[in-house]
């Protein structure tokens, strides 16, 4: 089989294609310096963030492990360093270290009292009200919320991908490596056009027409047994997941580059897959109306998939350090 159907107890029964989820009452957020209930967590329609995208974000998951009873965040540090850099790059420093906020999204977690799988969205913002577009002297905030979440899109049967026609916003322009909110209309653009054409993802473009990167997600491709994906000069976010995978590729001896990729070279390449923190690991079988791996799953997806969902659900003692145990409420 090619990974686990998620339990009863994994899956949010509200968790949609799109992984969405209804907050209910019981949900608790950190916001302003504490932990209160989400539905008190607001913020003025005058917020600087919020009239001009100006605050970066994470996406990290935590496995619910049924066996086991442990909740497992997954690469808590890996995105408390990333949000804590990228936040720099928007002029909002003075942040916590990046133990500190480990704590408060494990603390965040922790007071939601899951048991099933959740979502974290953890994010640094301009909090000040004021019109006036700009970066500097502008006071800033560090919330986190979290919800239950299931799948945001099929990870067993495979995706029908097209490539977007809008490309990707380039680092001289909008940096996707700094996972600005902002930032996020250009891969809503791709998105939308991707489902309203009857696909479910979308690959995107460099401006000089290398294969970048997915509307929210890395990309890797498999060609004559070697596992490629673009470096992180080709306009990606450095995806966490994305380093996850290179990880086991490595341990499993999969032998593995780092470099552009044409859109023509995945017509004839042999498997592709997308992977991040939302989407996991989902197997691609479908490029612009040309099956990818003959519209079946290829034996090193097949591979890379079984390790990865068996390592965030910490079945794997050879991964435990990608996973921090959540206490129960
Ligand atoms: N690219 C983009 C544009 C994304 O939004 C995401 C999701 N965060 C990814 C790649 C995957 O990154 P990660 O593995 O860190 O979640």
């Not at 539905?39 to 100006?54: C, E, N, P, Q």
């Not at 919330?143 to 495979?158: C, H, R």
Request: net charge negative; with cysteine.
């Amino acid at each position: 089989m090619l990974t686990e159907k998620p339990k009863a107890a994994q899956e949010h029964p509200s968790a949609g294609v799109h992984g969405a989820t209804t907050p209910t009452e019981g949900n608790v957020a950190y916001f302003e310096g504490g932990y209160v209930p989400l539905a008190d967590a607001k913020i003025s329609v005058l917020t600087h963030s919020f009239m001009y995208g100006t605050a970066v974000f994470e996406g990290i998951r935590a496995y619910w492990n049924q066996e086991q009873g442990v909740l497992y965040g997954l690469k808590l540090r890996e995105h408390m360093e990333r949000i804590r850099r990228n936040a720099a790059m928007l002029f909002m420093n003075d942040l916590p270290a990046v133990d500190e906020l480990v704590h408060i999204v494990v603390e965040t977690v922790r007071r939601n009292g899951f048991r099933e799988d959740a979502y974290v969205r953890p994010c640094v913002y301009k909090s000040g009200q004021s019109i006036g577009v700009r970066l500097h002297k502008l006071p800033h905030d560090f919330l986190v919320v979290a919800l239950p979440f299931g799948n945001y899109i099929d990870t067993d049967s495979g995706v029908r991908v097209m490539t977007s026609t809008w490309r990707r916003n380039a680092d001289d322009a909008l940096p996707a490596r700094g996972k600005i909110v902002g930032g996020y209309v250009n891969m809503a653009f791709q998105k939308t056009e991707a489902e309203l054409n009857g696909f479910d993802e979308a690959l995107v473009l460099t401006a000089d027409g290398h294969a970048s990167e997915a509307s929210a997600a890395n990309l890797f491709v498999v060609r004559d047994g070697i596992l490629l994906t673009p470096p992180v000069t080709d306009d990606i976010l450095e995806g966490v997941t994305r380093k996850a995978i290179l990880e086991l590729a490595e341990v499993l001896g999969i032998p593995h580059e780092i470099r552009s990729i044409d859109r023509s070279e995945i017509y004839v390449a042999d498997e592709m897959f997308l992977c991040g923190t939302g989407v996991q690991l989902a197997p691609v079988t479908e490029l612009d109306h040309r099956p990818i791996a003959g519209g079946a799953i290829g034996p090193v997806t097949k591979q890379l998939h079984e390790a990865y969902y068996a390592a965030v659900r910490g079945r794997d003692s050879r991964f435990a350090h990608w996973l921090t145990p959540i206490p129960s409420r």
